[in-house]
C-alpha cells in the first residue's frame, strides 16, 4: 500500500493487490487493465467494503466514458463501492473550485496528452507544465522528496494564475512533499497518491475522509516558507 494511506487515516485498515503495471504507456496499460475487475473481486472475497483503483493514468487513458465504465465493471464484479485515483483527483479539484492547474506529472508527453485530455474534458485547463519524463515504473520509486519539492516549487514560479497545484501519477510519494509544498505556496495542492486514498476512504464514511479543504490545502495561519 501506498504510505500515505496510514499517514492520512491511521484507523482505516488498507489492503492491495498489484497488477503488474511496468511502464506507463497505452501498451502498459492495455497489458494489465484486464486483470482490474478480477482483482477487485479477491479483495471483497478478503473483506474489503471498498475499492479504489490506484492508477492515475491506468484510469484515464482512454477517456472518460472508458473510466465510468471501468467503474461500473469493477463494481458489478465485486459488489461493493468502487471509486479510481483519476475520477477521486478530479473529485477534489472540482470541490476546491480548481479550474487552472499548475501540473507536475511523471509521465512522457504521450501520457500527458491523455491527462490534458481528460482534465480538459472536466472543465480543468493546464496553465503550467512540468514533466519527469518517466516511462518504466521502477523509475518513479527512485524519486525523493527533495527532487519532488524542487520541480514542484520550480513549476509554480513559472506557472501563471493557477488555481493550485495537481501532482499526477499514483507512484510518486507525498510524503515530505505535500504539506511542505502548500505551506511554502498557499494554494491547494493535489496529489494523485493523496487523492486516491481519500477517495477510497469517502466510499466508506465522508465524514470520516473529511472535506478536500481539510485534506489538501495548507491550514490558515501556517508559516508559508520552507
Known amino acids: 500500500m501506498p504510505p500515505e494511506a496510514a499517514q ?8 492491495a493487490a498489484g497488477l503488474g503495471l511496468r511502464e506507463m504507456s ?15 473481486a479477491t479483495l471483497a472475497a478478503a473483506g474489503a467494503r471498498a475499492v479504489s ?18 467503474i461500473e465493471t469493477i463494481a458489478a464484479c465485486s459488489g461493493v463501492p468502487v471509486a479510481t485515483m483519476t475520477q477521486s483527483v478530479i473529485d477534489a479539484l472540482q470541490a476546491l473550485g480548481m479550474a487552472r492547474v499548475a501540473v507536475l506529472t511523471a509521465y512522457r508527453d504521450d501520457v500527458n496528452q491523455m491527462l490534458e485530455d481528460y482534465l480538459s474534458s472536466a472543465g480543468v485547463a493546464i496553465v503550467g507544465l512540468r514533466s519527469l ?35 499526477s501519477c499514483g507512484g510518486l510519494r507525498m510524503a515530505g512533499v ?13 496529489s494523485s497518491a493523496e487523492a486516491g486514498i481519500w477517495g477510497a476512504v469517502r466510499l466508506l464514511d465522508p465524514d470520516l475522509a473529511g472535506p478536500a479543504e481539510t485534506v489538501f490545502k495548507a491550514p490558515k495561519g501556517q508559516d508559508l516558507h520552507i
Open 133 to 167: 519524463g518517466i516511462r518504466q515504473i521502477a523509475e518513479v520509486k527512485d524519486l525523493g522528496p527533495k527532487r519532488l519539492l524542487s520541480e514542484a516549487r520550480t513549476l509554480w514560479e513559472d506557472a501563471e494564475d493557477a488555481d493550485g497545484i495537481l501532482i
Open 178 to 190: 505535500g504539506d511542505p509544498l502548500r505551506r511554502h505556496t498557499g494554494v491547494p495542492v493535489v
Open 8 to 15: 492520512m487515516y491511521p484507523d482505516c485498515r488498507f489492503t
Open 53 to 70: 483503483l490506484m492508477g492515475t493514468s491506468l484510469s484515464f487513458f482512454r477517456g472518460p466514458e472508458f473510466n465510468a465504465r471501468l
Open 26 to 40: 497505452d501498451a502498459g496499460y492495455s497489458g494489465v487493465i484486464d486483470a482490474v475487475a478480477e482483482r477487485a
